[in-house]
């Protein structure tokens, strides 16, 4: 008995079309913008000159961007270094059941439903030595902590300002998911006597890795594009020393309005994002694989 095929109904595409439209409109129109401007030296509207691949070789080979890109790939990395544990930490630290556990949830996001702006304000305010109660507490301590003046310190208040900020999302990420591990893990580890490092060890830990994944992944992104809450705080100073490439990208695009090099510039700087995620994203796999 043959089976007749059952006729195709394509009308669900209209469902999706909404979906096409608005990613085309905020994502697909603006980036081929930014490549017709950079491979264009832009004196006006109507004054275009074609140049090619000219200003991609400009600003690879710009020594200040290349500083800069090493300046956000090393922030990038401390904040990995210190966000996942601590977040993992603080995950496994909170209560399990009863009350205490909304309250925790509601403690840990706070920081999380501030705006960047804010965030960027509050501790401009707070590091200060004059005003600011932790400027205030450090100088009590006998350190000399400026982060307008100093580099380390400014270095240090936008790391500590981004480990404040964000750790909480980690949080939320590894708690959810040490939530959704069975109780009869737990309870095989206590009947075989296991101890707390390793229940940890071999039965949370493992479990984890595709939230840390996730968590590992936005994290590098979001840190690696960071721009508001610098910029706030120390706008890229003192000197150089909190330039990232997201702050040295306005001032080529804002500040000096060359559209040309902005564009290249921020076509170079998708690529690295997407490239580095690809890469993560892989050995993270493979290595749970």
Request: proline share 6%; net charge positive; aromatic share 14%.
């Amino acid at each position: 008995m043959t089976e007749v095929a059952k006729p195709k109904n394509n009308r669900a595409w209209f469902l999706v079309l909404p979906v096409v439209v608005s990613v085309a409109f905020t994502a697909v129109i603006p980036l081929m913008t930014v490549v017709n401007f950079s491979v264009q030296d832009i004196f006006s509207p109507e004054d275009r000159v074609w140049v090619g691949l000219e200003w991609y070789r400009t600003i690879s080979r710009d020594p200040e961007v290349r500083a800069a890109f090493v300046r956000t790939l090393l922030f990038s990395a401390q904040v990995l270094l210190v966000e996942i544990p601590l977040g993992v930490a603080i995950a496994v630290a909170m209560p399990k059941r009863g009350l205490g556990v909304p309250f925790a949830l509601v403690v840990v996001a706070l920081p999380l439903l501030i705006p960047w702006n804010v965030v960027g304000t509050i501790w401009q305010i707070f590091a200060r030595g004059d005003i600011g109660l932790g400027g205030w507490v450090l100088r009590r301590l006998g350190v000399d902590f400026n982060y307008a003046l100093d580099s380390t310190d400014a270095w240090l208040t936008v790391l500590v300002m981004d480990v404040w900020h964000w750790t909480p999302l980690v949080v939320l990420l590894a708690y959810a998911g040490l939530r959704s591990i069975p109780d009869a893990y737990y309870q095989a580890a206590r009947i075989d006597g296991a101890s707390a490092w390793s229940t940890f060890r071999y039965i949370q830990l493992p479990k984890l890795r595709g939230v840390l994944t996730i968590a590992i992944l936005l994290r590098f992104m979001d840190s690696f594009m960071i721009y508001t809450e610098p910029f706030v705080v120390t706008g890229g100073g003192p000197g150089n020393a909190t330039s990232f490439l997201s702050i040295l990208l306005s001032k080529i695009a804002v500040g000096q309005f060359d559209l040309g090099p902005a564009g290249a510039f921020s076509l170079m700087y998708f690529l690295v994002i997407q490239v580095v995620c690809f890469v993560f994203f892989t050995v993270l796999t493979r290595t749970r694989r």
